[in-house]
């Protein structure tokens, strides 16, 4: 167990639809991290947050944002869903010596 | 821009049949290269990090290198049990990893 608690672990949804991702980083990180993983695309870095502010962007989308609360849990919004969206998205949080700890995923389907 | 090619794609071993996987890299200014193990349904796993030309780590049958262009995967007498895909990723700005698509590696008993 990697203390990353991400929610809801599949999510099924339509095309056109809005959903929020929930994660909850390791006790003591500060760091979220929000990845995308696809079969044609692999493990695709979206965004970072750090202490409640955006870090780093990467391949995100227009339609993707995501936000860093107080008490560090983050959420991924993603809207206008389309069948492309479907992915596993995963979050993750670092320690001091940069290592990334992983979630186990949130499923997401658009049909 | 920077790149992670993994290979090969997949791999089966029998079980005791040692053998290595391979990733190459071109970054500027690379702060870390990192090996992740991931089962399937489940997020990756941190395995190693390397920093520098000519380090090596090992954790029980597995040994990671790295050189300036790749690095290795060792994996000397393999179990069932280290069947997964192993993830090669670097790091070139603080903890914003690119990942190489993955070796899926399969061991037969």
């Known amino acids: 167990d990697s203390g990353v608690t991400q929610t809801p672990k599949h999510l099924i949804t339509a095309t056109g639809q809005r959903v929020t991702l929930r994660c909850s980083p390791r006790?003591?990180?500060?760091?979220v991290y929000w990845y995308q993983q696809s079969l044609d695309q692999g493990l695709q870095f979206l965004i970072q947050?750090?202490?409640?502010?955006?870090?780093a962007k990467g391949n995100i989308l227009e339609r993707f944002s995501a936000q860093q609360f107080p008490d560090l849990h983050s959420e991924l919004n993603l809207s206008s869903l389309e069948l492309g969206d479907s992915a596993l998205y995963f979050c993750a949080s670092s320690d001091r010596d940069e290592k990334l700890f992983f979630g186990s995923g949130t499923q997401l389907s658009v049909l | 821009e920077d790149q992670v090619t993994q290979s090969p794609e997949a791999l089966r071993l029998q079980e005791g049949e040692s053998s290595s996987l391979n990733c190459s890299y071109t970054v500027s200014g690379l702060r870390g290269l990192f090996w992740y193990r991931q089962d399937p349904g489940k997020g990756p796993e941190f395995l190693f990090t390397?920093?520098?030309a000519g380090e090596e780590k090992e954790k029980e049958r597995l040994k990671a290198t790295l050189t300036k262009k790749e690095s290795f995967l060792h994996i000397t007498a393999p179990k069932p049990e280290d069947s997964a895909t192993y993830l090669c990723?670097?790091?070139?700005?603080?903890?914003?990893?690119?990942f190489g698509s993955g070796t899926q590696l399969t061991v037969l008993p």
């Open positions: 390397l920093y520098s």
């Open positions: 990723a670097l790091s070139r700005s603080a903890r914003q990893l690119t």
């Open positions: 006790s003591g990180d500060l760091s």
């Open positions: 947050y750090y202490n409640g502010e955006e870090r």
